[in-house]
């Protein structure tokens, strides 16, 4: 094969792939090999001040997704702006991914983090730097910057960690409310099993290019079956999870999140608990930096709110941000029900504290907001409900939000609560639920919606609890079919303003496939309204802080050329085999497809998540997902197919994954050869999910 690496692979620093050929003014770009202690070396690329007057301060970005392609075009737009700012702006990609040595063994293991403090303490050392080190990043990226601040290595002054979590086991793709997440569990696993299947870059590492693909594609392994067999929260969840003890946390913590993401609850832990310096922001955004023009809007000017973070806490100016306050968020105005909005309306608000003393605790009893109707009423919803839930993570596509909830309404319990003048709420609503059951496990789901006069219903929250965990989430303690029990079951975290006329919602539901998955016996289970209730966080301050943001700046993306997809399908399509009473979700993730990039790599990405169930049957649950992507050059070619499926009897879930790997080490001449085939089959008990 032609090796077009400016250097051999072995040097210390190199040409950098995959970035713009024009860096703004002033600003130079490297890629270096980071050594580990066991010498496994860490594929980096670092953007640097031209001409700097002396050592700068360094931001950190670290995480798998592969910086010399698939994540170049979001890098391109932050890194050099960082740079252009006088901060060495870095992005790190974990062992065993993109072009780094060594072998990926889980999310956030107890090597990823070794190797991240390994990382920031090279930084602070190198003569370039000041010793100060910052960190950032969003999903990923996010929860590793505040995982390493609760280690508090020296160097580490100061984190933003937007759409991330504190809680690994409850607040993350894997358990909701202690019940599997059956739309991410299963397909996030799908995912992570195709990403840690692609190869190196053979530019980056150099001829023996399949050779190491071979040795990372054996090494290999899903992860979905892992945390299938950890359905309490236990010591492997526990590490990893700020949550553990706040007080850990050393560096200053901006906690940034979104009214479309699942992880914002994490924010607002975030600032009622750490105690270094800390502040939150949560905006209507979906799983995407609020600065991306992605929906919903609107955006803001994240990166120079960002400098303003990094100024303070790496170079000691006083931009104000302790001035600031604790948490800036934004209300949404009710609108139509909608898969996707541009941009919503609202207002920002700032809290001084959270909780804050302007958020007001209003209870009330469900017997109240039936009509005067008495009496238990009886939950027992088809294996359906749920079709209408909605995308666990939004990317702001155009199929990602809930639909009009009438259907879901309509196969769920409905409590409801007319609103005769105008009110905000701003945080969590808590739902308590006086329940018995006929069997010892039972999963209700409870939704927050806003009815407006003509009929429609607009999801503004919901909540998830597993029964078997209402006394905590690290145990399983089952029903006694027939014996009174309270189920306490919190709300995501919301800000919504409810127009006059509007009738307040809640809807409970005894399944909600696919987010959750359900329970091999269905269980029928009935709530005593006069012995349960909701708590509303009604937000009660009539006059604002003037909370403004800056218009959003970034460097000029990496100019990529979109492709179209192999097979053109709609993003999302929900179908009922009337016959059988089955029903189909059928979804592409969107993550971003194909593209050419500048150096002339093609990358092409298919992908499709399919989930079914019949109505009347828990146990005919199967969520599959299907990924084939594909790296070409003209010297050099790499593809891959990975299939995963997952279902369930009352036993246990069965996943079974496959991949298999081809790989072309030369010219258009050279023919394709098999690098792998390989399929896992396992089974996992299940004890309380």
Same mark, same amino acid.
């Given at each position: 094969?032609?090796?077009?690496?400016?250097?051999?692979?072995?040097?210390?620093?190199?040409t950098a792939?995959?970035?713009?050929?024009?860096?703004?003014?002033?600003?130079?770009?490297?890629?270096?090999?980071?050594?580990?202690?066991?010498?496994? /070396?860490?594929?980096?690329?670092?953007w640097?001040?031209?001409?700097?007057?002396?050592?700068?301060?360094?931001?950190?970005?670290?995480?798998?997704?592969?910086?010399?392609?698939?994540?170049?075009?979001?890098?391109?737009?932050?890194?050099?702006?960082?740079?252009?700012?006088?901060?060495?702006?870095?992005?790190?990609?974990?062992?065993?991914?993109?072009?780094?040595?060594?072998?990926?063994?889980?999310?956030?293991?107890?090597?990823?983090?070794?190797?991240?403090?390994?990382?920031?303490?090279?930084?602070?050392?190198?003569e370039?730097?000041?010793?100060?080190?910052?960190m950032?990043?969003?999903?990923?990226?996010?929860?590793?910057?505040?995982?390493?601040?609760?280690?508090?290595?020296?160097?580490?002054?100061?984190?933003?960690?937007v759409?991330?979590?504190?809680?690994?086991?409850?607040?993350?793709v894997?358990?909701?409310?202690?019940?599997?997440?059956?739309?991410?569990?299963?397909?996030?696993?799908?995912?992570?099993?195709?990403?840690?299947?692609?190869?190196? /870059?053979?530019?980056?590492?150099?001829?023996?290019?399949?050779? /190491?693909?071979?040795?990372?594609l054996?090494?290999?392994?899903?992860?979905?079956?892992?945390?299938?067999?950890?359905?309490?929260?236990?010591?492997?969840?526990?590490?990893?999870?700020?949550?553990?003890?706040?007080?850990?946390?050393?560096?200053?913590?901006?906690?940034?999140?979104?009214?479309?993401?699942?992880y914002?609850?994490?924010?607002?832990?975030?600032?009622?608990?750490?105690?270094?310096?800390?502040?939150?922001?949560?905006?209507?955004?979906?799983?995407?930096?609020?600065?991306?023009?992605?929906?919903?809007?609107?955006?803001?000017?994240?990166?120079q709110?960002?400098l303003?973070?990094?100024?303070?806490?790496?170079?000691?100016?006083?931009?104000?941000?302790?001035?600031?306050?604790?948490?800036?968020?934004?209300?949404?105005?009710?609108?139509?029900?909608?898969?996707?909005?541009?941009?919503?309306?609202?207002?920002?608000?700032?809290?001084?504290?959270?909780?804050?003393?302007?958020?007001?605790?209003?209870?009330?009893?469900?017997?109240?907001?039936?009509?005067?109707?008495?009496?238990?009423?009886?939950?027992?919803?088809?294996?359906?409900?749920?079709a209408?839930?909605? /995308?666990?993570?939004?990317?702001?596509?155009?199929?990602?939000?809930?639909?009009?909830?009438?259907?879901?309404?309509?196969?769920?319990?409905?409590?409801?609560?007319?609103?005769?003048?105008?009110?905000?709420?701003?945080?969590?609503?808590?739902?308590?639920?006086?329940?018995?059951?006929?069997?010892?496990?039972?999963?209700?789901?409870?939704?927050?919606?806003?009815?407006?006069?003509?009929?429609?219903?607009?999801?503004?929250?919901?909540?998830?609890?597993?029964?078997?965990?209402?006394?905590?989430?690290?145990?399983?303690?089952?029903?006694?079919?027939?014996?009174?029990?309270?189920?306490?079951?919190?709300?995501?975290?919301t800000?919504?303003?409810?127009?006059a006329?509007?009738?307040?919602?809640?809807?409970?539901?005894?399944?909600?496939?696919?987010?959750?998955?359900?329970?091999?016996?269905?269980?029928?289970?009935?709530?005593?309204?006069?012995?349960?209730?909701?708590?509303?966080?009604?937000?009660?301050?009539?006059?604002?802080?003037?909370?403004?943001?800056?218009?959003?700046?970034?460097?000029?993306?990496?100019?990529?050329?979109?492709?179209?997809?192999?097979?053109?399908?709609?993003?999302?399509?929900?179908?009922?085999?009337?016959?059988?009473?089955?029903?189909?979700?059928?979804?592409?993730?969107?993550?971003?497809?194909?593209?050419?990039?500048?150096?002339?790599?093609?990358?092409?990405?298919?992908?499709?998540?399919?989930?079914?169930?019949?109505?009347?049957?828990?146990?005919?649950?199967?969520?599959?997902?299907?990924?084939?992507?594909?790296?070409?050059?003209?010297?050099?070619?790499?593809?891959?197919?990975?299939?995963?499926?997952?279902?369930a009897?009352?036993?246990?879930?069965?996943?079974?994954?496959?991949?298999?790997?081809?790989?072309?080490?030369?010219?258009?001449?050279?023919?394709?050869?098999?690098?792998?085939?390989?399929?896992?089959?396992?089974?996992?008990?299940?004890?309380s999910?």
């Amino acid at each position: 094969m032609s090796d077009d690496r400016s250097v051999d692979a072995d040097a210390s620093t190199f040409t950098a792939i995959g970035v713009p050929d024009s860096l703004p003014d002033g600003v130079t770009v490297r890629d270096e090999w980071i050594p580990m202690p066991d010498g496994v /070396r860490l594929h980096t690329r670092i953007w640097s001040p031209a001409s700097p007057d002396g050592p700068v301060p360094v931001l950190l970005e670290y995480l798998p997704y592969r910086l010399d392609d698939w994540t170049a075009p979001r890098d391109s737009e932050r890194h050099p702006w960082y740079a252009q700012h006088g901060y060495a702006s870095v992005r790190v990609d974990i062992r065993g991914s993109g072009s780094s040595d060594g072998f990926f063994d889980d999310e956030y293991s107890e090597q990823e983090l070794r190797d991240g403090e390994a990382v920031i303490a090279w930084l602070a050392e190198q003569e370039w730097s000041t010793g100060a080190v910052g960190m950032f990043g969003i999903s990923w990226g996010g929860f590793n910057a505040l995982q390493l601040a609760a280690r508090a290595p020296a160097a580490l002054k100061a984190i933003v960690t937007v759409c991330s979590t504190d809680d690994r086991y409850d607040n993350d793709v894997h358990y909701v409310g202690g019940a599997v997440l059956g739309i991410d569990m299963a397909a996030w696993g799908a995912t992570m099993f195709a990403f840690n299947s692609r190869p190196p /870059r053979p530019e980056v590492v150099g001829s023996g290019w399949v050779d /190491r693909w071979r040795e990372r594609l054996e090494s290999n392994r899903p992860m979905t079956p892992v945390w299938l067999a950890h359905q309490e929260r236990d010591d492997y969840w526990r590490h990893g999870s700020a949550a553990e003890d706040y007080g850990t946390i050393g560096a200053a913590v901006l906690a940034v999140g979104g009214w479309a993401d699942p992880y914002r609850d994490a924010v607002l832990r975030l600032v009622s608990n750490v105690q270094s310096p800390v502040k939150g922001i949560v905006g209507p955004w979906s799983h995407q930096y609020p600065d991306r023009g992605l929906a919903p809007g609107p955006s803001i000017g994240f990166l120079q709110e960002t400098l303003r973070w990094w100024d303070r806490w790496l170079r000691g100016i006083d931009t104000g941000v302790e001035e600031d306050p604790a948490l800036r968020a934004w209300i949404n105005e009710g609108e139509a029900p909608a898969t996707y909005y541009a941009s919503r309306r609202g207002r920002w608000v700032g809290a001084e504290a959270w909780p804050s003393a302007a958020t007001h605790r209003r209870a009330l009893p469900l017997a109240t907001l039936r009509g005067g109707e008495d009496g238990p009423v009886v939950v027992r919803s088809p294996q359906h409900t749920g079709a209408d839930a909605g /995308r666990f993570f939004p990317f702001g596509n155009a199929t990602d939000l809930p639909p009009d909830q009438r259907a879901e309404d309509g196969r769920s319990v409905c409590f409801d609560l007319p609103v005769g003048r105008a009110f905000d709420l701003l945080g969590n609503a808590l739902v308590t639920l006086r329940v018995t059951s006929d069997q010892p496990r039972a999963t209700l789901t409870v939704r927050l919606c806003d009815v407006a006069p003509d009929g429609s219903s607009t999801l503004v929250t919901r909540g998830v609890l597993n029964a078997a965990k209402r006394d905590g989430m690290d145990r399983a303690d089952p029903l006694v079919p027939g014996e009174p029990a309270s189920l306490p079951v919190q709300l995501v975290a919301t800000g919504h303003r409810f127009a006059a006329g509007h009738r307040l919602r809640i809807a409970v539901s005894s399944s909600y496939w696919p987010w959750v998955w359900p329970h091999g016996t269905e269980a029928t289970v009935t709530i005593d309204p006069t012995a349960s209730e909701v708590c509303l966080p009604v937000w009660t301050r009539e006059t604002d802080d003037d909370v403004r943001f800056d218009e959003p700046e970034r460097s000029t993306p990496l100019a990529i050329e979109r492709l179209a997809p192999t097979e053109q399908l709609p993003q999302r399509t929900v179908t009922h085999d009337v016959e059988t009473g089955e029903w189909t979700l059928d979804v592409d993730p969107g993550y971003g497809g194909g593209r050419v990039y500048p150096d002339g790599l093609v990358f092409s990405e298919d992908a499709r998540e399919t989930y079914r169930i019949r109505s009347d049957d828990p146990n005919s649950a199967v969520a599959s997902s299907r990924w084939a992507i594909g790296l070409e050059k003209p010297e050099w070619s790499a593809r891959l197919e990975t299939s995963s499926e997952v279902t369930a009897d009352a036993e246990a879930f069965h996943v079974v994954n496959t991949v298999r790997a081809w790989a072309r080490d030369g010219g258009a001449d050279v023919p394709e050869v098999l690098v792998t085939e390989q399929t896992f089959v396992d089974d996992v008990p299940r004890t309380s999910a």
